[in-house]
């Protein structure tokens, strides 16, 4: 490795849980696109859950101490967010702002309400302990922070890992599509259609609050069928209900993905690094508000990079200095099929 590390610090507290994503050189995913999706030809690391809320919690704590949210970092407007509050009392972002029960009822469960530049900025911070350095530049002015995307195109994965040798981003479209969709059978074309290691729709939490086609009533920690993800799969009540919404990262406990990572689909839509469109940052995977046919495989969306909304939130990535850099120049420019901008 050329350059300094940065030694471990305060940041080092935070532990993303990560998989392996071999099989490189695997071919795309055709289906929906004559150039595809999901084919990656280096080997990286993806998170295993959704960024939780208690790890943006400890984030915010360790960067923005003083609680001015100078840099926009976190904006929970809804009963739907997940409850980080800033406590002027004890000088501290924690959950003592929810509406009910305590901190560890919130904190296991995926954070939302987070711009893609809080992402970056997160993804930075896991890498440097600075949310200006890593592989993106947010001491610039150059575009960074505009609805518009194109205005910021100043990704430098390769750069980064050359200087801290692990460096962790927001996934690319591709790593992100592999990680859900594909088989794990090699370098082959072979995908599911859900990132449930299944062509079926999965099971949800019905609107009785039962695992959908059982009597079983859903609580936290209730033994999974297989194949479920946290959806409105029924139009009427969202994900597992009030005032949770969503459900603790890894509750499907026998829904994971190929590669072993849990929730591509359902409880929040995840940013992606790719551009897309006139403006946009990719987003896939669908939400706890949203029905099932935005977890499949064809449903690619986008929306400004400044948006912070209820359903979405993000995962990270791990490139441990991959034997050709020169394959990280970035990301793609997506293709479009049609503008398509998130909802619930």
Not at 101 to 120: H, I, K, L, Q, T
Request: charged content about 20%; proline content about 5%; some cysteine.
């Amino acid at each position: 490795m050329n350059g300094p590390r940065p030694a471990p610090a305060a940041w080092a507290e935070v532990t993303i849980e990560t998989v392996p994503v071999g099989n490189t050189g695997n071919a795309a995913d055709t289906r929906y696109t004559t150039a595809g999706y999901g084919a990656v030809d280096y080997e990286y690391r993806i998170g295993k859950y959704e960024v939780t809320a208690g790890q943006y919690c400890e984030f915010l704590n360790a960067v923005d101490p003083n609680g001015s949210n100078a840099h926009g970092l976190y904006n929970d407007t809804n009963s739907y967010g997940c409850q980080i509050t800033w406590n002027a009392g004890a000088s501290t972002y924690d959950f003592t702002g929810a509406p009910s029960g305590s901190a560890s009822d919130w904190e296991n469960r995926p954070v939302n309400y987070v711009s893609w530049y809080d992402a970056a900025m997160f993804a930075n911070w896991l890498t440097t302990g600075s949310i200006h350095q890593g592989a993106y530049d947010t001491s610039s002015s150059a575009g960074w922070g505009d609805s518009d995307a194109r205005n910021y195109t100043g990704i430098d994965r390769a750069g980064a890992i050359s200087t801290y040798g692990k460096v962790y981003v927001i996934p690319t479209e591709d790593e992100w599509y592999k990680a859900a969709y594909h088989k794990n059978d090699e370098d082959t074309g072979n995908y599911f259609d859900y990132p449930t290691s299944s062509n079926t729709a999965p099971g949800y939490v019905d609107d009785d609050g039962e695992l959908s086609g059982t009597s079983i009533v859903f609580v936290d920690g209730v033994a999974d069928p297989g194949n479920y993800a946290t959806y409105d799969g029924d139009g009427g009540t969202n994900g597992i209900g009030s005032p949770y919404a969503r459900t603790e990262a890894g509750e499907w406990e026998n829904s994971e993905s190929p590669y072993e990572t849990f929730d591509q689909g359902g409880n929040v839509w995840e940013w992606n690094e790719t551009l897309i469109g006139e403006e946009g940052r990719g987003v896939r995977g669908g939400s706890f508000s949203g029905g099932g046919d935005v977890l499949r495989a064809s449903s690619r969306y986008y929306s400004s990079p400044t948006d912070e909304h209820y359903s979405v939130g993000f995962r990270v990535s791990v490139v441990p200095e991959p034997a050709s850099i020169a394959l990280l120049a970035l990301g793609g420019v997506g293709l479009l099929a049609r503008r398509r901008n998130v909802r619930g």
